[in-house]
């Protein structure tokens, strides 16, 4: 799942579809339990041992077709946030909330045996192919990021969109090898661009609209919402903003748009009470006037009268426009302290504990893992291997 809110969709006019070569030569994280999750579609066919099945065709396709290292990670132990999110994610719709079983405090609760078993199987044959396998202390799409981030690998292979909030530069949502352009990919510098959202930007929506480690959010705000509440603070001061917005100090209002063009016109010598407007044209003067006379807004040349105005009509005087800016400044401040007052009424938001997890870059340890005689030791392996 990875953010709540369609975050993908969010994100999809960003992805790239990237050709055939894009992964020749170059390493690549692989979050397994994406892939084993797969395996659901080949039970239905009744395939023997389906999850052995997937893994061992994709991983010679990604060596073999595609040209690239993979480096295989499997979950840790997940957080005692992650377990109670995945206890009500289980039983979301079917009973009443207020019945689930609740994780206790600081205890984490595995995946179902089942599941690690398939894990087991798949790491096993992965070792007999050679591959690298790593273990994370927590989410496997965590550990990925953190390669990714650092150098080790050039991408991640994940269906997790919180793996931009681990750190991730570019991720491999899904891959269809048989396509011209089998990699759907993308990449937080075109998110950036096209978003002006930083790390700590998803960080914070993510918190907003819900995500792996807290299914809900904040009542009342969905991703639109959320994506305009951020779009308003910098990188630096976001994170920080929402504690005090938390904690039911409002920050002042970030400039919006139409606030310098409402204060230029508070200034102006405009005029304060609204003058009779013609309601055959709309501008300013009385019809009877405008009937005889062209007003200098129609300006209509040698024909009399003034032209009718047309459906959806604006008058652009200076009272009118001013008024519009006013309104809509206006609107746009009830809009803020309402976001602002739902966020005041959440308790414990937002949860540092997820924050420190999202920002922290210490998600499992490889030493001396990727230097350079053993990547051309991996190099060798996997010509053998073929």
Known sequence: MGVGGKFWDLLKPYSKNEGFNHLRDKRVAVDLSFWIVQHQTAIKNHIRAPHLRLIFFRTINLFAKFGAFPVFVVDGTPSPLKAHARIARFYRGSIDSSSLPVAEEGVSVERNMEFLKFVQNCVELLELFGMPVLKAKGEAEALCAQLNSEGHVDACITADSDAFLFGAKCVIKSITPNSKEPFECYYISDIEAGLGLKRKHLIAISLLVGNDHDLNGVQGIGLDTALQFVQKFSEDEILKSLHDIGYGDTPQRPDLKYTDDARICSN????????????????????????????????????????KKPVGFKCNCSYCDKNRKEKEQKRHENWWIKV????????????????????????GQFPGMFNHSQSLALSVDGILLL
């Not at 102006?268 to 009877?288: N, V, Y």
């Not at 924050?355 to 922290?360: D, G, H, K, S, V």
């Open 268 to 307: 102006e010598s405009s005029p304060k009470t609204k003058s009779s407007h013609c309601s055959f044209c709309g501008h300013p003067g009385s019809k009877r006037v405008h009937f005889k006379f062209s007003c200098e807004f129609c300006n209509n040349g040698d024909i009399d009268g003034c032209i």
């Open 340 to 363: 602002c007052n739902k966020i005041t009424m959440e308790s414990n938001f937002p949860n540092d504990e997820i924050i420190e997890m999202y920002i922290c870059n210490n998600h």
